[in-house]
């Protein structure tokens, strides 16, 4: 009888502190669907979703490369796009305008 009452409180010992681990998750949706996020990597997610909406300086150079440009002169950022400046292989002035979000080609001049 002690040992059939034992098995039972420890029993719910572990039922009980398991619970609460499972209720602290949320539900995240976005563009990768749904997905669940524990509590102490919400903000680490958070922090890396942050940064992946924006492309970076040299992928803007490089889809730049990909439009025509051969020598970069200079990269200006702006609050929306990138404006990567410098001369195609005929040596021409060539300024490409990359959104600084998605990586669009804004503009080839």
């Given at each position: ?17 398991a ?77 490409v ?13």
């Amino acid at each position: 009888m002690l040992k059939k009452l034992f098995i039972i409180g420890a029993a719910s010992l572990v039922a009980l502190t398991a619970v609460p681990q499972t209720f602290a998750q949320s539900i995240q949706l976005g563009p990768d669907g749904v997905r669940i996020v524990e509590p102490d990597r919400m903000d680490r997610r958070d922090r890396r979703d942050r940064d992946r909406r924006e492309i970076s300086e040299r992928q803007a150079v490089r889809i730049a490369r990909a439009e025509g440009v051969r020598t970069v002169d200079e990269v200006k950022r702006t609050r929306s796009r990138y404006v990567i400046e410098g001369l195609d292989r005929r040596g021409r002035d060539i300024e490409v305008s990359v959104d600084r979000r998605t990586g669009d080609v804004l503009s080839v001049d």
